[in-house]
């Protein structure tokens, strides 16, 4: 009997920690306009202001939805109407090692990376046609929405290898992105620079980024001067998420496990 309850103990204990790491916060949905859902597991929710994200969500905008998430290290993310990507990967290892991965299935996402605390720590975007290896950046990418994508949106197993290949538009800002397509070919591509991954893998030439950025325009209409999103357009969660991320105080009780921007490594 002794032995029995050890045993059960033991496997308590397992799954409980297995739950805990698995649940652990990554970042947060700091605006939220439009249609958006999130789906983690076989669960699908609205996405709302304030939502703590955990690794492997996907989320979700409908044809007018804007989301901007704010990552535990301090990045920003910036996705448009009509896109779908995933949080694959967005955990810490001991002495600040970041290793985080996005798939973006399809549609148009900015990313605002932070400068990454150590050389082994990596930052990765895939897509059908391509690898972006990134740093301290700020960059643009945008894949058009396959045909039949409507049956495929909500599909909690859907993933990159199931979709059909297509192009990759990068456009950087500044920073530097290494990107790797689906052929092995490689490109740095400089501040200012645009390129596409057409669908059988191969990389343009880099030319002049002229397209309008999604995410400024986001920034935009939903930011005050002091880049804290407005009460008018955002609920009490949003601000005091925003507010917890940029050390403006609001008149909400503001509760978080660590300062966002300056995340706590994993005990060695």
């Known amino acids: 009997m002794q032995?029995?309850?050890?045993?059960?103990?033991?496997?308590?204990?397992?799954?409980?920690?297995?739950?805990?790491?698995?649940?652990?916060?990554?970042?947060?949905?700091?605006?939220?306009?439009?249609?958006?859902?999130?789906?983690?597991?076989?669960?699908?929710n609205k996405?709302?202001?304030?939502?703590?994200?955990?690794?492997?969500?996907?989320?979700?905008?409908?044809?007018?939805?804007?989301?901007?998430?704010?990552?535990?290290?301090?990045?920003?993310?910036?996705?448009?109407?009509?896109?779908?990507?995933?949080?694959?990967?967005y955990a810490y290892t001991n002495k600040r090692k970041l290793l985080a991965g996005f798939d973006l299935f399809w549609g148009k996402v900015r990313f605002l990376v932070k400068k990454l605390a150590t050389k082994n720590s990596r930052f990765k975007v895939h897509t059908t046609t391509a690898v972006l290896g990134v740093r301290g950046t700020e960059f643009e990418m945008s894949i058009p929405m396959?045909?039949?994508?409507?049956?495929?949106?909500?599909?909690?197993?859907?993933?990159?290898?199931?979709?059909?290949?297509?192009?990759?538009t990068v456009s950087l800002s500044e920073g530097s992105v290494v990107v790797t397509s689906s052929n092995g070919s490689q490109q740095v591509l400089a501040p200012g620079e645009q390129l596409s991954v057409d669908a059988a893998g191969n990389i343009s030439s880099p030319s002049a980024d002229t397209s309008p950025s999604e995410g400024a325009?986001?920034?935009?209409?939903?930011?005050?001067?002091?880049?804290?999103?407005?009460?008018?357009s955002l609920s009490n969660s949003a601000a005091a998420a925003a507010a917890a991320s940029s050390g403006v105080t609001q008149g909400v009780t503001i509760t978080t496990p660590y300062t966002y921007g300056t995340p706590t490594p994993a005990a060695p």
């Open 217 to 232: 325009a986001l920034e935009q209409s939903t930011s005050s001067g002091d880049n804290t999103p407005n009460a008018a």
């Open 47 to 89: 996405l709302t202001p304030g939502h703590r994200l955990q690794q492997s969500d996907i989320i979700v905008t409908g044809n007018r939805g804007r989301v901007r998430l704010l990552m535990t290290d301090g990045s920003k993310v910036y996705i448009s109407p009509k896109s779908r990507i995933s949080l694959k990967r």
């Open 3 to 44: 032995r029995f309850f050890i045993i059960f103990s033991i496997l308590f204990l397992t799954t409980s920690f297995s739950h805990v790491a698995h649940s652990k916060e990554v970042g947060r949905s700091i605006v939220v306009l439009g249609e958006a859902w999130v789906m983690h597991g076989n669960n699908k």
């Open 146 to 168: 396959p045909e039949g994508a409507n049956s495929m949106t909500f599909d909690t197993q859907l993933s990159l290898s199931d979709m059909p290949k297509s192009s990759t």
